[in-house]
C-alpha cells in the first residue's frame, strides 16, 4: 500500500482531519445480496477493488442530558472494533455538496489524553466536559461526565481499498456495511456503501467511484445523504410513532420504500 503522512494533530497530538466520503444506500428487497455482488467483484470500471479483513464494529454514541453535542451538529462515538477501542468526535459538514459528505473529525484510541482533546475541542464550544478520576473503562467514564447513551449499533464491514490499478496510488476505501441498529425492542437492519478519501484523493475521485457504483447498480443504489447517527434518530421516531413496523420485512430489514419515505422527512 502506498505510505502516506499522517493526519494533522490538535495541540494536544490528538489526530484531526477531514473526513470526505459519498454514500449510498442498499434499497433493494434482497440487500445483503446486492452487498455480496459487489464484494466478489475485483474491478468497477477503471477501478480497482482490494479487499481488506472484514471488521465488526460496534459503535455507542453519547450526548448531555440537554442534548447540548447534537444542537452544535457535533457527535460523539465512541467504537469497539476487532478489539481496540476508539474516540471520535466529529463535526458539523464543512461544505455543501449533494453528492459528498465533508466534517471534521478527531479520532484515537482510547486514553487519558484522546478525552482530554476531546474536552478541549467541545470546551471552545462552551461545552465542558471535567474529566472523571478513573479512565480505565470507557463506557463508566463517558458516564461519568454525564453524558447518555443516544445510539448503539452494530455494523459488519467488508472493506475494499480502491485504486485504478496495481502499482497506483490508494483513492479510497468503500465500506459495505452491513449496519443493525439497536432500537428499544426491535433490531432494524440497513445496507450502505461508504466511499471515503484516501489521503491525497480529491473530491472528484470519490465522486466518479460514487458513480461508478451507481452505473453497475442503477436499480438499487442511490446517492444517501443522510448519517447513520441521524437515520438512527429517523427510525426511532419512527417507532415512538408506530410507524415503523410497516417498513420492515419479516427479517427486520429496511425496505426500499422505507428510504423513499426517509427522504422525504
Keep these: 500500500m502506498t505510505e502516506h503522512p499522517p493526519p494533522p494533530t490538535d495541540p494536544s497530538g490528538t489526530p484531526a482531519s477531514q473526513e470526505v466520503e459519498a454514500a449510498l444506500v442498499v434499497a433493494a428487497q434482497a440487500p445483503y445480496a446486492v452487498l455480496d455482488q459487489i464484494a466478489a467483484r475485483s474491478s468497477l470500471g477503471s477501478f480497482s477493488l482490494c479487499p481488506r479483513p472484514d471488521r465488526q464494529i460496534h459503535d455507542t454514541y453519547y450526548d448531555t442530558p440537554d442534548s447540548a453535542l447534537g444542537a452544535r451538529c457535533f457527535s460523539l462515538r465512541l467504537r469497539r472494533m476487532n478489539g481496540a477501542v476508539r474516540l471520535t468526535l466529529k ?86 456495511d452491513a449496519v443493525t441498529f439497536h432500537l428499544p425492542g426491535r433490531e432494524v437492519r440497513h445496507c450502505e456503501i461508504e466511499v471515503e478519501a484516501a489521503h491525497g484523493a480529491t473530491p472528484a475521485d470519490i465522486k466518479e467511484i460514487s458513480r461508478a457504483l451507481q452505473e453497475a447498480y442503477p436499480d438499487c443504489l442511490q446517492p444517501w445523504p443522510f448519517a447513520k447517527l441521524t437515520l438512527g434518530f429517523a427510525l426511532l421516531r419512527l417507532q415512538q410513532d408506530g410507524c415503523l413496523d410497516r417498513l420492515l420485512t419479516p427479517q427486520g430489514t429496511l425496505r426500499p420504500v422505507a428510504y423513499r419515505l426517509l427522504r422525504l422527512g
Excluded at 137 to 154: F, K, N, T, W, Y
Design 91 to 176: 463535526g458539523a459538514a464543512l461544505a455543501a455538496d449533494a453528492e459528498l459528505k465533508t466534517r471534521r473529525e478527531m479520532e484515537a484510541e482510547w486514553s487519558a489524553a484522546t478525552l482530554r482533546a476531546v474536552s478541549a475541542e467541545l470546551a471552545r464550544h462552551a461545552i465542558y466536559l471535567p474529566l472523571p478520576p478513573s479512565l480505565d473503562d470507557p463506557s463508566q467514564s463517558l458516564a461519568a461526565l454525564g453524558l447518555r447513551v443516544i445510539q448503539e449499533r452494530h455494523t459488519h464491514r467488508r472493506p475494499r481499498e480502491v485504486s485504478r490499478g496495481a502499482g497506483a496510488p490508494l483513492l479510497a476505501e468503500m465500506a459495505l
